[in-house]
């Protein structure tokens, strides 16, 4: 989470396992629970394109 900014909630249907983890990668890395969601998703679609 950015600093001084209010604390987000990710509004999507994720599992409690999948929220936790958003949460805790934006409180480490400083970013909102949307970029930090953006950028995990991002990631993911880069190890998975590598699979193939």
Same mark, same amino acid.
């Given at each position: 989470?950015?600093?001084?900014?209010?604390? +987000?909630? /990710?509004?999507?249907?994720?599992?409690?396992?999948?929220?936790?983890?958003?949460?805790?990668? @934006?409180? %480490? +890395?400083? /970013?909102?629970?949307?970029?930090?969601?953006?950028?995990?998703?991002?990631?993911?679609?880069? @190890?998975? %394109?590598?699979?193939?």
């Amino acid at each position: 989470m950015v600093r001084g900014e209010p604390k +987000a909630s /990710l509004n999507l249907r994720v599992s409690p396992e999948l929220k936790r983890q958003i949460e805790e990668y @934006a409180a %480490r +890395a400083g /970013l909102s629970i949307t970029a930090a969601a953006v950028v995990l998703l991002a990631e993911g679609l880069r @190890a998975e %394109r590598r699979k193939r």
